[in-house]
């Protein structure tokens, strides 16, 4: 399915620029509260487009069965 692959691509993106904003706001020193907030979003982020990856990945081997 080609919409897995897109919506698992949107939490790759998603993930990736989570972690510079966490990474930006720890070396600025404006808020570690905020910093470590954007790591959580960012690591749910992650999981989710893994998660969407091997769903992908399933509905794939299936139809080539």
Known sequence: ???HKITATLYYVAAILSYISAVINFAGENSN??????????????????SHSKKSKENKDKEDK
């Open 1 to 3: 399915m080609k919409k």
């Open 33 to 50: 509260y905020m910093a470590g907030l954007l790591i959580c979003i960012g690591s749910t982020s992650l999981c989710l487009g893994i």
